[in-house]
């Protein structure tokens, strides 16, 4: 049987699935909050975390005769910010499973 490299997972709203083949492209910046109308936010750091996931959607009629890929692929682009704690949780989450994959090479 085929192997399937389709992955799924949430949004950052938790509502709906993505289900992608590939992460094309990461970008992150960190920011600190200047303004806020509360004070306690003043002064506080955070990242924001840009992915580009590559996803595919298989054809599964052959009604396009024009296509020569058994697959389409489109763009979705997910973007999250989150304090820096939350962000070293998530590379350390995003670690142990760059760790897992490499297992099944």
Do not use: C, H
Not at 13 to 36: A, D, Y
Not at 68 to 87: A, G, L, N, R
């Amino acid at each position: 049987m085929p192997e399937n490299n389709t992955k799924a997972t949430s949004d950052a709203s938790g509502m709906s699935p993505i289900v992608f083949n590939g992460l094309k492209e990461t970008e992150w910046r960190i920011g600190v909050t200047t303004s806020s109308s509360e004070a306690s936010q003043l002064g506080q750091t955070f990242v924001q975390v840009k992915m580009i996931m590559e996803t595919g959607v298989p054809s599964s009629s052959p009604s396009s005769p024009s296509s020569s890929s058994p697959s389409s692929s489109t763009e979705q682009i997910v973007q999250v910010e989150m304090s820096v704690p939350k962000f070293y949780a998530f590379l350390g989450e995003m670690e142990k499973v760059k760790a897992s994959l490499g297992l099944f090479k």
